[in-house]
């Protein structure tokens, strides 16, 4: 008889923890629910203290923690995006507006005007440039990247490019101080090689002045190549300098699309290099080790 009284009260015992278990879940599942609904940042709680509904709602609040982080990312992303696409519309835009302008200007005169052509050029030029960087994102972004490393001679590939922006840099009026080392060579990518050092030396024009340094060197295995340049405003933020449409517009002449030193960075990403930025004063540097 007394077998039977305390199995009764046991089985009551585990009725009444059944019930009050089935009622926190259902308790957790409205909570969850009017959460979803309104997105109150109300914490999940729970009055029955079971270890195992105890960790179930520390998980489910934790995920709620994950979304809401992932929407305030998603949602500065998209106002990131959308001012970046205002601008560098804009960007495109204004060059277009000028180049269509001066074009006006020569149907109107009865003999060519070489000074309105050349503004012309340059403004369409400045639209090539954008859309190039557009499209170079874009690629990086769709990992459309093909890599096909083979041997190459990296101190010829240098010397070559810093000769073909010669003339550039004598009209910028910045006297670039070459300091190559001979017979280096490397692993890697000639294509996307030649893209990076375009890219970099094109910053150097863009928003350098007076004097940069280059200099090619192999150390503790590494080619390392890092490009130095007085710059035309003080960088205010630096960290910022390598994220997607951020630009500090450094240049006194030229807008930045934000993407240059990003691009940069990602093609050396691409190469299995390391990409680093550094600043002291009116000094800026970058230095790439593949």
Do not use: C
């Not at 012309?120 to 690629?139: D, F």
């Not at 006297?175 to 692993?187: P, Y």
Request: net charge negative.
């Amino acid at each position: 008889m007394v077998w039977i009284i305390l199995l009764l009260v046991l089985l009551a015992l585990t009725l009444f923890y059944l019930v009050r278990y089935v009622l926190a879940l259902r308790s957790l599942s409205r909570q969850i629910q009017a959460k979803i609904a309104s997105g109150s940042q109300t914490r999940l709680t729970s009055n029955f203290h079971s270890s195992s509904l105890v960790e179930l709602t520390d998980q489910v609040e934790s995920l709620f923690e994950q979304i809401d982080k992932t929407n305030i990312i998603a949602m500065q992303e998209k106002k990131t995006l959308d001012m970046a696409i205002s601008n560098i519309a804009h960007d495109i835009r204004t060059p277009l507006t000028i180049a269509s302008g001066y074009t006006q200007q020569l149907e109107r005169k009865d003999q060519v005007d070489m000074a309105v052509l050349e503004k012309i050029k340059t403004n369409l030029m400045v639209v090539s440039k954008r859309l190039e960087a557009l499209l170079e994102y874009r690629r990086l972004q769709e990992g459309a990247q093909r890599v096909n490393m083979v041997d190459v001679q990296i101190s010829q590939r240098v010397i070559q490019q810093v000769f073909n922006y010669y003339d550039a840099f004598q009209k910028a009026e910045i006297e670039l101080d070459l300091q190559v080392e001979e017979g280096l060579s490397l692993q890697t990518d000639p294509d996307l090689l030649e893209r990076l050092l375009q890219n970099l030396l094109s910053n150097v024009l863009k928003h350098g002045k007076e004097e940069a340094v280059l200099t090619l060197a192999k150390t503790d295995g590494q080619v390392i190549l890092a490009i130095k340049n007085r710059v035309q405003h003080p960088i205010q933020h630096l960290d910022k300098l390598t994220n997607r449409f951020y630009s500090e517009n450094l240049s006194d002449t030229e807008e930045s699309s934000g993407l240059g030193l990003y691009i940069s960075q990602q093609l050396t990403e691409v190469l299995g290099g390391d990409f680093q930025l550094a600043s002291q004063g009116d000094w800026f540097e970058v230095t790439v080790a593949l």
